[in-house]
């Protein structure tokens, strides 16, 4: 295994939580591109179709926004399907950050480098929302999508 | 961030539990978008509680269990059950059982129950530079771009500014932020509510998160057009806020709206745009037959029952045709006392209050509690008068949608086929 490295954030929504990177260099629309039941991501011309969001650290360019993008965030968590943080470069609409508020999901942006490029899917990703740090440790043999 | 005397209380739980949680809530948010304090609210449109989502109406008892209360006049959004006829609808026993938990939540809260995507034509009407709140983002636009009071798109955390009469100053709060980014110059001529839609509609993607300018209108567009235009820029774009001077608060002119700005973006919109928006909901021919037909979209005004009531006196819909009339409980009852409803239902219309079919237990994209069983989706074939309406259901309820006129849409439910925009009516 690589050894590990810290990437400075800013946190958004506070909390800790560590998980596997699923990396999409495409947006996300929590309404609409993802399934709730499953966690899937459903949108037919998404780059990360057919990945499952459960669990993982979703590391993002940014969110689409859209009012009701709290609503699926925070029903994703009550079905066990949800993204255990988000990392995305740049700050996620209002609704999403109230939406993570409530299902204690925390989210870092505005990182020091681009997170699409520097962290692989697969990579283990402890994400510290009261600190703003995201730390990375990389898998042996990343095979991202 | 810089808080009152009165916010750090409420922060510290000098208030209770409830209002703790909210302003912590609140105070996350302000920092997360570098709010410097909080304004004081005079208006909240919140959410409702939806039986179709499993635990959605536990957020409000929860709320309701720690003893909490509104501190400003607010309102429910549009939800997935009709109050008083949910049998009308087809909706299965066990939600209505979960939707009536969410009304006494309200009760017990301090809300109005209204239960509409359009509290304004039931009354509530913020004014000018007030600060508010709102769920619903077709709300957001009409309160910023027709009354001029300030919002932003929210969340649930409506509620949480509902129950501290307090909200973080950001976005759509401050001046910085009201102020034209595209100038959109139309040149398609407008008839009514649905060719609205259709420019809303047709310039979300254009505009994103931006604040359009409307000039070329051939005249000033009517109050229900104008919320028809809102609820199409919310439907496709981020869009909180547009402005037609003379009309908007305080802008009367293009320059007042662009004052401070970069140089805008140049739109032009022509008639084959909005026919390509009419266009892309057009997958059966006219003639084809239809099996429901929706008008009331957002939640029709007192003026839109009346014109409904006009198109459909003494006709009567096609016995293979559900036809439903979307409002809320406060224009039926006014619309009922003027004897508009008599008119509707003798026609064989079906008038539904809180929801409307892209919210109800039509739509296959939610996630209700398992031991809620929904009845098989029947419809095949709807005509919609709206294009946010028909978005969605193509989307969420996934049968045929077509987009047509209001009158054309009364015309299909009574022949039975659909008739196009501008066809004659059967």
């Given at each position: 295994m690589s050894d590990r490295y810290r990437i400075a954030a800013r946190g958004v929504v506070r909390g800790k939580a560590s998980g596997p990177a699923l990396v999409s260099s495409e947006g996300i629309s929590f309404l609409g591109d993802l399934d709730i039941g499953t966690g899937r991501v459903v949108n037919r011309t998404h780059q990360i179709e057919g990945h499952r969001v459960a669990g993982t650290v979703l590391v993002l360019p940014h969110s689409v926004g859209s009012?009701?993008?709290?609503?699926?965030?925070?029903?994703?968590?009550?079905?066990g399907t949800h993204p255990v943080a988000i990392v995305q470069n740049s700050l996620p609409d209002s609704s999403l950050v109230q939406g993570a508020i409530l299902g204690g999901i925390p989210i870092v942006c505005e990182p020091e480098v681009d997170v699409t490029t520097s962290i692989r899917s697969g990579d283990m990703v402890d994400v510290d929302g009261d600190a703003g740090m995201v730390t990375v440790r990389p898998a042996v043999s990343a095979d991202g999508p | 961030?810089?808080?009152?005397?009165?916010?750090?209380?409420?922060l510290d739980g000098k208030q209770g539990e409830a209002r703790r949680r909210a302003m912590e809530g609140l105070v996350q948010l302000g920092e997360a978008f570098g709010a410097e304090d909080m304004v004081s609210i005079g208006y909240a449109h919140v959410h409702p509680g939806m039986a179709m989502y499993a635990q959605d109406v536990e957020l409000l008892e929860e709320l309701v269990d720690l003893g909490a209360q509104v501190?400003?006049?607010?309102?429910?959004?549009?939800?997935?059950?009709?109050?008083?006829?949910w049998r009308q609808t087809g909706a299965p026993e066990s939600l209505a059982r979960v939707h009536m938990r969410g009304v006494r939540a309200h009760k017990a809260l301090g809300c109005v129950s209204a239960m509409t995507c359009t509290p304004y034509w039931a009354g509530h009407w913020p004014t000018w530079n007030m600060h508010m709140t709102s769920i619903e983002s077709g709300v957001t636009v009409f309160c910023n771009s027709v009354l001029g009071a300030r919002s932003n798109r929210d969340g649930f955390f409506s509620v949480y500014a509902a129950l501290t009469g307090r909200y973080p100053r950001f976005g759509y709060h401050l001046d910085e932020n009201r102020v034209?980014?595209?100038?959109?110059?139309?040149?398609?001529?407008?008839?009514?509510?649905?060719?609205?839609?259709?420019?809303?509609?047709?310039?979300?993607?254009?505009?994103?998160?931006g604040v359009p300018v409307f000039t070329g209108f051939a005249r000033p567009p009517t109050l229900d057009e104008l919320d028809a235009l809102g609820a199409g820029l919310a439907t496709t774009g981020g869009v909180s806020m547009f402005i037609v001077p003379g009309i908007t608060p305080p802008y009367n002119s293009t320059d007042q709206a662009m004052a401070g700005a970069p140089a805008p973006v140049e739109l032009r919109v022509g008639g084959s745009d909005i026919d390509r928006v009419y266009g892309s909901f057009a997958s059966a021919p006219p003639g084809s037959r239809v099996d429901f037909?929706?008008?009331?979209?957002?939640?029709?005004?007192?003026?839109?029952?009346?014109?409904?009531?006009?198109?459909?006196?003494?006709?009567t819909v096609h016995p293979d045709v559900e036809m439903w009339i979307t409002t809320s409980g406060a224009v039926k009852a006014l619309s009922a006392r003027e004897g508009l409803i008599s008119t509707l239902t003798d026609a064989g219309a079906r008038v539904i209050?809180?929801?409307?079919?892209?919210?109800?237990?039509?739509?296959?994209?939610?996630?209700?509690?398992?031991?809620?069983?929904?009845?098989?989706p029947r419809i095949r074939r709807m005509v919609v008068d709206s294009a946010k309406q028909a978005k969605y259901t193509r989307d969420m309820i996934r049968c045929q949608t077509l987009l047509t006129t209001t009158a054309a849409a009364v015309a299909t439910a009574t022949s039975g086929r659909l008739v196009a925009r501008g066809g004659s009516p059967g």
């Open positions: 009012a009701g993008a709290w609503r699926f965030l925070y029903q994703m968590q009550v079905h | 961030m810089k808080l009152t005397y009165e916010d750090l209380q409420m501190v400003v006049p607010t309102t429910a959004n549009v939800t997935n059950v009709d109050t008083e006829n034209g980014t595209h100038l959109v110059t139309v040149e398609a001529s407008l008839h009514n509510t649905t060719d609205f839609s259709c420019l809303g509609y047709h310039l979300g993607p254009l505009v994103g998160t037909v929706h008008i009331g979209c957002p939640h029709a005004s007192f003026q839109e029952m009346k014109e409904y009531a006009a198109l459909l006196s003494g006709r209050t809180d929801t409307c079919p892209m919210s109800c237990h039509f739509a296959l994209t939610t996630s209700p509690d398992p031991g809620i069983v929904l009845p098989e």
